[in-house]
Structure formats: structure tokens, C-alpha cells
């Protein structure tokens, strides 16, 4: 059992570029999520889905977009990616109203 | 609305004990406590469900004042490993497990 997966571990982008980070995970859980956290401070929900095809805007989305296609899968889209954009994002699942479990996060900078 | 942990930050001697705390402005379902180590994904420590359950950790205890709105974790006898800030996520209505996470406590532990 993997857990949660995210890939890359770390990114370097350059401003107006996108990328999509990846997130995979294997417990057969139906709520997923997406968090940034910058230093000093708390998870900010970016986005999160209760099931495949299941998508809802969290605190912070703007600049992002997620697809759910599979249980498995949220993958999580920067467009034009601005220096605002710099931060850890972790990717967590849990099996409905449970705790979350937490992948081990993608650094990214925007420069 | 995210809540408010005290105190930001606590330093104590192998053996003793401290209370760290998470209060919110809005009624709360359940509050949630998470355990961050530097450079490392946030670690599930418990949860506490509006009308008294509570799931979670053996050695770490908690309570949860739903009419004040607060939550309090309790780090008995303290070892070196409960260093780490600890996050509390507050969640408002039952059924989206969406969390709005505080700033942290950080607990330095030492010998």
C-alpha cells in the first residue's frame, strides 16, 4: 500500500508557464483534496471532490483547475503560473467524513 | 473561517505537560488535529465529533467544547517525538469533511 503519491517532489517555473501536479492513491478512497501551505502558515483548500466526476472549489482556487476521472486520480492544473503560486501543495484522500491522509507534498517555486 | 490556535508556540522539557487550543467564531461538526514535522506532510492525530465520539491517537487526548466552540489537545508527559506543529481543522457542516485549518501550534520538546 503506497498511501497517497505525488509527483514531482519539486518544480521550478517559470512565470506564465503551467504544469500539472500529480496525485495518485491506492485505499480506494472517494473524497480527495488539495491543500497549498506557505510558511508560517495553515492548509488552504484549493480544491476537493467527493467522487469521480465530482469536483468543488475550496478557499483558494483561482489559477487552478482539477479534473476527477477515475477514484484514484486528481490531478491538479496551474495555468500561467504567477510568483503568488509559490508554495507546498499536498495533495490528501480519506474515506468519507475520516481523517485525511496526506501525500508527501510538491515543492514549487515560480520565478 | 479559519480558527484560531493558542498558544502559537510552546516549549517544554521531556516529561511535561502542555494544552495547546483551537477555537472557531462559527458552530463546528467536528474538529480535527493534525501533527507537522518540518520538511514532512501533516499526520493524523484525531477527531472529534459533534455529541461526545472521538477517534484517534492512545496517547494524545482531547476535548471538544461544542458550545464554546473550541477544542483543546492535551500533550501528557511529553516526549521528543510530539515535537512538530500541530494543526487543528475545523469543519462546519457533516458531510464534506471540509476543513478550514489554523496557523499551528508549535510544541519544541526538549531534554
Known amino acids: 500500500n503506497a498511501g497517497v503519491t505525488q509527483t514531482p517532489k519539486f518544480r521550478i517555473l517559470k512565470i506564465g508557464q503551467s504544469m500539472t501536479l500529480q496525485c495518485t492513491q491506492d485505499m480506494n478512497h472517494n473524497y480527495m483534496y488539495w491543500y497549498r501551505q506557505d510558511p508560517g502558515m495553515g492548509l488552504k483548500l484549493i480544491y476537493y471532490?467527493?467522487?469521480?466526476?465530482?469536483?468543488d472549489k475550496g478557499e483558494v482556487p483561482n489559477g487552478y483547475n482539477v479534473s476527477r476521472s477515475t477514484t484514484e486520480d486528481f490531478p491538479l492544473r496551474l495555468e500561467l503560473a504567477a510568483p503568488s503560486q509559490t508554495s507546498v501543495y499536498f495533495c490528501a484522500s480519506s474515506y468519507d467524513v475520516h481523517e485525511q491522509y496526506f501525500g508527501p507534498g510538491t515543492r514549487l517555486t515560480v520565478t | 473561517q479559519q480558527p484560531v490556535q493558542s498558544p502559537q508556540a510552546v516549549i517544554l522539557r521531556e516529561g511535561e505537560d502542555a494544552v495547546i487550543n483551537c477555537s472557531s467564531s462559527k458552530a463546528l461538526y467536528s474538529v480535527h488535529w493534525y501533527r507537522q514535522k518540518h520538511g514532512e506532510a501533516p499526520v493524523f492525530l484525531m477527531i472529534l465529533l459533534k455529541g461526545g465520539e472521538q477517534k484517534g491517537h492512545e496517547k494524545i487526548s482531547a476535548s471538544f467544547n461544542e458550545k464554546k466552540q473550541q477544542s483543546s489537545l492535551y500533550l501528557t508527559a511529553s516526549q521528543l517525538s510530539y515535537s512538530g506543529t500541530y494543526f487543528c481543522?475545523?469543519?462546519?457542516?457533516?458531510?464534506?469533511?471540509?476543513?478550514?485549518f489554523g496557523k499551528g501550534n508549535q510544541v519544541v520538546v526538549i531534554p
Open positions: 471532490s467527493v467522487g469521480a466526476g465530482i469536483t
Open positions: 481543522g475545523t469543519e462546519h457542516n457533516y458531510g464534506n469533511n471540509r476543513l478550514a
